[in-house]
């Protein structure tokens, strides 16, 4: 069984549209996070939430929308997509609190263009 | 001053040889630390964790952390053309309820024959 999985692996698309990825886990984890990784290998922070409720909002563009209908579920809703936009987005989990070895658990990453 | 650092590399070691990855932090408030591996096109998966002073030992892999530095380190010994990859560091705050994974910018290793 897949532990964290999301929808879908690869998203092509032109500027201006908008567009949804989705994430489940399956772990029972409390946090849940989205990255964005660039073509330069960065893997930058961009949303945390614990137990449904947003815990870190990394400065990202507010066309950039998450939303956690549950602990099990992450989903990230871009508005007027632009070119800057086009990179791999990963998922990820952890049991969360403030627990010492809260290791992240990724999903397979979506990468995105935009065209 | 981003908060983990790492040489992008990349990093050239001999097959059979110690391949050493380094890492430094910024906020001493970090409370582990974290060696992630990862393929091209694949997602990162975790291979070492270390949050105590010292060294700690897994098979092929050693972490070593020194917290007054504010330094992290990877060895990987006989090193294997599969070993080949970027080496992600992270570490991990503890923020409100919950906690934070920052990573590094990663360190790309290759392993010639």
């Known amino acids: 069984d897949t532990a964290v999985s999301q929808t879908p692996k690869y998203l092509v698309t032109q500027m201006g549209n908008d567009k949804s990825i989705k994430c489940e886990q399956n772990l029972g984890h409390d946090t849940m996070y989205w990255y964005k990784q660039d073509s330069k290998k960065f893997l930058k922070i961009m949303f945390s939430y614990n137990n449904k409720e947003l815990i870190i909002n990394e400065t990202v563009p507010n066309r950039f929308s998450p939303k956690s209908p549950d602990k099990a579920h992450l989903n990230l809703h871009i508005n007027s997509l632009e070119l800057g936009d086009s990179a791999v987005y990963f998922c990820?989990?952890?049991?969360?609190?403030?627990?010492?070895?809260?290791?992240?658990?990724f999903g397979q990453g979506t990468r995105l263009t935009v065209v | 001053q981003k908060e983990v650092e790492q040489n992008s590399g990349p990093l050239s070691v001999p097959e059979g040889a110690i391949a050493s990855l380094n890492c430094t932090y910024s906020?001493?408030?970090?409370?582990?630390f974290f060696w992630y591996r990862q393929y091209s096109g694949k997602s990162p998966e975790l291979i070492m964790f270390?949050?105590?002073?010292g060294d700690k030992e897994d098979g092929r892999f050693t972490a070593q952390l020194n917290k007054a530095s504010q330094y992290v380190s990877l060895l990987i010994r006989d090193s294997q053309p599969s070993d080949s990859a970027t080496y992600l560091c992270a570490v991990n705050r503890a923020y409100s309820s919950a906690s934070k994974i920052i990573f590094g910018s990663g360190t790309r290793l290759s392993i010639r024959p």
């Open positions: 270390i949050y105590s002073n």
């Open positions: 990820a989990s952890s049991q969360g609190g403030r627990e010492m070895n809260t290791e992240a658990f």
């Open positions: 906020d001493r408030g970090s409370q582990s």
